[in-house]
């Protein structure tokens, strides 16, 4: 009767964790924080946002970090960015 109780105690936990998987897909909570691949923030600016430069060939490495843009010359610069976002990340909101 014991492992019983268990079983359903394990069973009411995981239906719990399957119920907040589910209300993530749906709306009702802040999404800021992440993405669900839903339209981002255009990236404001024509250069590498870790060297400035200009991108080579007119291909830049482009993909989103919560929720925007982001345009970077090369994938080495990625690693950068990744080092300190949030220095890169305020020169995308310091005023012009
Ligand atoms: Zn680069």
């Known amino acids: 009767m014991k492992t019983f ?8 936990l995981a239906g719990a964790t399957s119920i ?5 897909a749906s709306d009702g909570h802040d999404h800021s ?8 923030k255009p990236y404001p600016l024509n250069t590498c946002l870790v060297t400035g430069e200009a ?3 007119g291909k830049p490495y482009t993909f989103i970090h919560d929720g925007q843009e982001i345009k970077l010359c090369c994938k080495d ?11 890169y990340l305020s020169k995308l ?3 012009k």
């Open 55 to 57: 991108f080579e060939h």
């Open 77 to 87: 610069c990625l690693a950068d960015f990744n080092k300190e976002p949030a220095k």
């Open 33 to 40: 924080g992440h993405s669900h691949g839903a339209a981002a």
């Open 93 to 95: 909101n310091a005023p």
């Open 5 to 12: 109780t268990k079983i359903l105690a394990l069973a009411v």
């Open 20 to 24: 907040l998987f589910v209300g993530c």
